[in-house]
């Protein structure tokens, strides 16, 4: 067990080396130019986009510009914003609690809902609660979350006026408000969440529950309780510990749309912007923190596996 | 316990309404850049410059040039600008603003490696002192344009011993001679800036601070408004327009914009100009012919833009009053396409920006195109990409925005000169490169509109180089406790005579 | 080949006949069929053409003489909704399709083969899921140029790890039991194990998400024809139409409802369809 967990965080590196140069090729294969974009409304004068290129280094062959934000990064500098010249870690220090917060509170949300409702809708299946159930999943999968940002914007805070409708303010800095900031898009986002654990609960809850093991269970007249959560659940883990690492690591790279519309500085709207305006120190940042999240997350689930099921092989 | 976070809330929402009385909150359509004004490109970066930096001179709202912190100008000769400046004036950090302060500033915009302001005020040959509230500024030529290029960015001053302490790195904490002093930003969230007490016009500045939020999605800018949360939002929709206008707590101020919409057709950029509608005028003149700007506007901007055939606005002194677009004229663009000999229906390519309302114009233009014989087809794109496709000469036509110069060299002479840096579509016409050189040193006015006609006569009607659809408005909502705000084409917020109550 | 005998019930007709039994997987599957029908059958069923517009009539609500109202160019949203189902299934299906095909023999393979071959596998993915989807749309936009084809093959790509690591999960634990373990004692062939053995018992998952996963391709592809990739102007697509539909949220908000209500009806009745399947593959359900 432990120098299978060594062995994995050995895989870490390497991981984050080779995706990392993946994303500086597959910027550079895209097309926009970045001195084009910074070069703006001067783009037709060659000598600004000449000056533009050797400051950046876009002047140089691939591997060299690789191979010079290796040698920063080994120095524990990630480069700085082309745009607007702030340094990338301090963006990603900057943008880690918000997201962070997002993602906890979206992900508490889409546990508290999703598994017990999975779990409800499977023991009372084809009966009326299991259709209700799964209707309010179905519709919160379907809903894009535009539509339910913008509609609980205009209900909670334009028509009732309970809640900001939009910005972020830091834990820290006064808990009430920031709870009061984060509630409406972790809610958005914890919907999804809940909908997928919600189904995938509800399948791996019918498949447990017909294991000869739980009819045993039943026979010997152990409590429905005591099947349900000790010998049912428990066993239909597996797939809802895969989705609900893979949920919180895209929560944790950030949910742009869900950003955008609740104006949450967070990952996916860092991001999303940096991609656009080609701002290729931001977009390597946080793609390998969010590799890091990933590789981690993965991690995480192996060991749950185990945890599960100690039968389960340490490969 | 549930009563207990009742009253914290209530508590928490009573904090933020007093904080109300205190700031102005605005809501930015998006981030801006880097805040320093030799590098800086974004027009939402100039609202927030509004409050920071002070120019050598302002526009006002019918585009007079006023000083601000020149207090006058005289041209000793053609090439000789002679400026005096406002006496007393202070940066955020206590250096005077003198004469040296102008020349170091000016020299800044013209040497700082990746300038923006370098193509805006390149004709400057020498900046010299008189004496400390003198600059004589020196031009290789004579230029109409080069006063109003010191409205914008180019006649910011900042504070040299700041300037040169923090090199490239100016702009994370910009020091200037503005109202308001730069306090703390943090990226894609907010901008927030501080009353200058040593303003040098203090008394017009009553608002202790000033917030700039980011809020990219329209609606949710507004739904701020409208709840409280800002007292200002910049670029309403024309859509929400009616809403705010229902909405007795609110305030609506509708300008026109110095820039427009127009569809750059490539003429000779490369093997793709190489079609029917690059080659052939007539085509063109069909193209132009089918649409129809007063249903496009109606359709997709609710008719409140101006539908244009020129790139200048009617504001603008210098805009040609009887140069107006056409009428639609199915019947006449169906007969020049035949007398041109193409094979209908005639694809065109139509490269797009991703934005939602320009893709819908788009639609309409098909849906218009298609009962002359063309057959649009619409390529949207992400904006870098299409920005790239542009200089690269990878489209045939494609509808870009211009957001606009005081002076109208500013609108035509980059896109319509042989030239210029953004004549993506590489239009070429020796008689319009010499007029274009004429507009730019005719001081006249008279005179000088009479040359712009002529230009546009030959680019716009004759070549058909480019087709103008429209020029938007700058409409801003605000609270109906913000008094004293006066809209300027050019869309900024000035801070200056705003009150809050 | 003897008629006198009646054949032996093959687990396969078993299921089929579980499946029939099913009213709600029944009822799930007439509507998608009628989806697909309405599809296929938009040029002669659409009371108007989705492409034509009125000026004179955009943005109208619901009416009698246009049932779903009319969108921003004044084109009959009713016929729009029918016409886009055709790019909308098709975008569902064979985005989802692909993501199955390409990681659910991947992640069986790292789940069964482990050691190194799971290492590399599960790194891979774990690095894709960490690339914006973003990047990847622009790169294959520019490479394979505008078409629907190519958002389908972007959305497979980005939407396949999670398969991978489903299905990896699942062999992990399917390998574990003890009818594997007996299987390989035997001296079955891993792969037939595979087949035989594990794949049946980690079809529900993968059934539950490939449901799920079409939704998401559904409204993927719209974001992506904004990037150029998927269904060009003025094609309609439901994840196209809602997204035009956001601009106008307050002031014509059944430009959003029905796209919406089309992908909710079509996820509801897979979803429906889903669950009978799983039901009628599993052999235990039938001992109730």
């Not at chain 1, 084009?36 to 986009?49: H, Y």
């Not at chain 1, 290796?70 to 340094?87: A, E, K, N, T, Y």
């Not at chain 2, 569809?263 to 007539?282: H, S, V």
């Not at chain 3, 007996?182 to 595979?194: Q, S, Y």
């Amino acid at each position: 067990m432990i120098t299978w967990f060594i062995r994995r965080l050995g895989q870490i590196l390497p991981t984050l080396l080779i995706l990392s140069f993946g994303i500086f090729a597959l910027q550079q294969l895209m097309p926009g130019d970045p001195a084009l974009i910074l070069a703006g409304e001067d783009r037709g004068d060659p000598r600004v986009l000449a000056e533009i290129r050797a400051e950046l280094m876009l002047d140089r062959p691939l591997l060299a510009q690789y191979g010079h934000w290796l040698w920063r990064l080994l120095h524990g500098d990630f480069g700085f914003s082309w745009r607007i010249r702030v340094p990338v870690g301090e963006l990603l220090l900057a943008k880690l609690p918000v997201t962070a917060q997002l993602a906890a509170m979206s992900f508490v949300i889409g546990v508290v809902i999703g598994v017990p409702a999975g779990v409800l809708s499977a023991v009372w299946k084809d009966r009326p609660l299991d259709w209700l159930v799964n209707g309010i999943a179905l519709f919160g999968i379907s809903m894009p979350n535009f539509w339910l940002g913008i509609m609980m914007i205009l209900l909670f805070s334009v028509q009732l006026g309970w809640l900001p409708p939009s910005g972020y303010v830091p834990l820290w800095e006064d808990p009430w408000q920031s709870l009061a900031t984060t509630i409406m898009p972790a809610f958005v986002l914890g919907t999804g969440v809940a909908s997928v654990l919600m189904r995938h609960t509800r399948a791996a809850m019918l498949g447990a529950l017909e294991q000869d093991y739980v009819r045993t269970a039943r026979a010997k007249g152990v409590a429905e309780r005591v099947v349900i959560f000790r010998h049912a659940l428990r066993n239909a883990l597996i797939p809802v510990v895969t989705l609900g690492t893979i949920e919180f690591g895209r929560l944790m790279a950030g949910a742009v749309l869900t950003e955008q519309i609740f104006s949450i500085p967070g990952f996916g709207k860092l991001v999303v912007d940096a991609v656009f305006n080609r701002d290729y120190p931001v977009v390597q940042g946080v793609v390998l923190a969010t590799a890091l999240i990933f590789v981690a997350l993965s991690l995480l689930a192996d060991v749950l596996y185990m945890l599960i099921n100690p039968r389960l092989r340490t490969a | 316990m549930r009563r207990l976070i009742l009253a914290a809330m209530l508590l928490a929402g009573a904090a933020s309404a007093q904080g109300v009385t205190q700031n102005l909150r605005i809501g930015l359509r998006e981030d801006p850049d880097i805040m320093d004004p030799t590098l800086a490109r974004t027009f939402v970066g100039r609202i927030v410059f509004a409050a920071i930096c002070d120019k050598l001179f302002d526009i006002n709202e019918r585009l007079e040039i006023v000083p601000q912190l020149a207090t006058g100008h005289v041209w000793d000769d053609p090439r000789t600008l002679r400026i005096t400046l406002r006496p007393g004036v202070k940066f955020h950090d206590g250096e005077p603003m003198d004469a040296e302060a102008v020349r170091y500033s000016l020299n800044r915009h013209l040497t700082l490696q990746g300038s923006f302001r370098r193509g805006e005020i390149n004709g400057v040959t020498a900046v010299e002192v008189v004496d400390p509230l003198t600059v004589l500024i020196r031009l290789a030529e004579p230029s109409a344009a080069f006063l109003s290029q010191l409205t914008d960015r180019a006649g910011m001053v900042v504070s040299p011993r700041a300037a040169e302490a923090a090199g490239r790195n100016f702009g994370l904490r910009p020091i200037c001679a503005g109202p308001y002093r730069f306090t703390e930003r943090v990226a894609q969230d907010r901008i927030v800036v501080d009353r200058f007490a040593d303003y040098w016009n203090a008394a017009a500045v009553t608002i202790p601070r000033i917030t700039y939020q980011i809020i990219t999605d329209s609606t949710v800018r507004l739904a701020n408004l409208q709840s409280g949360a800002l007292e200002m939002v910049q670029s309403v929709d024309p859509d929400d327009v009616a809403a705010v206008r229902r909405n007795n707590r609110l305030r609506l101020s509708i300008s026109d914009e110095l820039g427009y919409q127009s569809l750059t057709i490539n003429i000779g950029n490369g093997a793709r100009a190489q079609t029917p509608m690059g080659q052939d005028a007539r085509v063109r003149a069909a193209f132009e012919l089918a649409l129809d700007r007063q249903v496009l506007n109606q359709v997709v901007y609710e008719g409140m833009f101006n539908p244009t055939a020129q790139p200048v606005p009617p504001t603008n002194p210098l805009h040609v009053p009887g140069f107006l677009p056409e009428p639609r004229n199915l019947d006449r663009a169906r007969a020049l396409l035949r007398e041109a000999g193409v094979r209908t229906p005639l694809a065109v390519e139509m490269t797009v920006p991703n934005s939602p309302d320009l893709r819908q114009a788009a639609e309409v233009m098909q849906a218009m195109l298609r009962e002359a014989g063309f057959e649009l087809r619409i390529n949207t794109m992400e904006f870098a990409s299409s920005l790239q496709a542009a200089v690269r000469g990878d489209f045939e036509t494609y509808l870009l925005a211009w957001s606009g110069r005081v002076d109208p060299d500013g609108n035509s002479y980059t896109f319509m000169h042989s030239r210029g840096p953004q004549n993506d579509g590489r239009y070429s016409n020796p008689e319009v490169d010499r007029l274009l050189d004429a507009a730019r040193i005719e001081t006249d006015t008279a005179r000088r509109r009479d040359i712009y006609g002529q230009i546009w006569a030959i680019a716009i009607r004759q070549d058909r180089s480019r087709i103008y659809l429209w020029h938007r408005k700058n409409i801003v909502a605000h609270s109906a406790r913000l008094t004293g705000f006066v809209a300027i084409p050019d869309g900024l917020i000035r801070p200056q005579g705003l009150r809050l109550q | 080949m003897s008629a006198t005998q009646p054949p032996p019930v093959s687990p396969a007709r078993r299921a089929l006949r579980t499946l029939l039994r099913h009213r709600l997987a029944m009822f799930g599957l007439v509507v998608v069929v009628a989806f697909i029908a309405a599809a296929l059958l938009a040029p002669w069923i659409s009371p108007a053409d989705p492409l034509a517009t009125s000026w004179t009539a955009i943005r109208r609500a619901p009416s009698a003489a246009h049932w779903f109202g009319t969108d921003e160019n004044g084109r009959d949203v009713l016929s729009r909704v029918l016409w886009g189902a055709r790019a909308s299934l098709l975008a569902g299906a064979i985005a989802v399709g692909g993501a199955l095909l390409i990681g659910v023999p991947i992640g069986l393979l790292a789940g069964l083969a482990g050691g190194w071959v799971d290492a590399v596998i599960s790194r891979i993915a774990d690095a894709m899921l960490a690339v914006p989807f973003l990047i990847l749309a622009i790169a294959l936009a520019a490479f394979l140029g505008p078409a629907l084809e190519n958002a389908m093959l972007a959305i497979a790509i980005s939407a396949s790890p999670v398969f991978v690591r489903l299905a990896r999960g699942m062999a992990l634990e399917a390998a574990a039991t003890d009818y594997a373990e007996a299987a390989r004692a035997m001296g079955n062939p891993p792969g037939r194990t595979a087949l035989v053995h594990i794949l049946p018992n980690i079809a529900p998952p993968l059934l539950v998400q490939a449901t799920l996963s079409i939704a998401e391709a559904i409204i993927a592809e719209a974001s992506l024809s904004f990037l150029g990739l998927g269904q060009q102007p003025p094609q309609p697509s439901w994840g196209s139409m809602l997204n035009s539909a956001q601009r106008f949220i307050e002031n014509a908000p059944w430009l959003a409802i029905f796209p919406g209500m089309a992908i909710f009806t079509l996820v509801l009745a897979l979803n429906l369809l889903g669950d009978g399947l799983r039901d009628a593959l599993d052999p235990r359900s039938s001992r109730r």
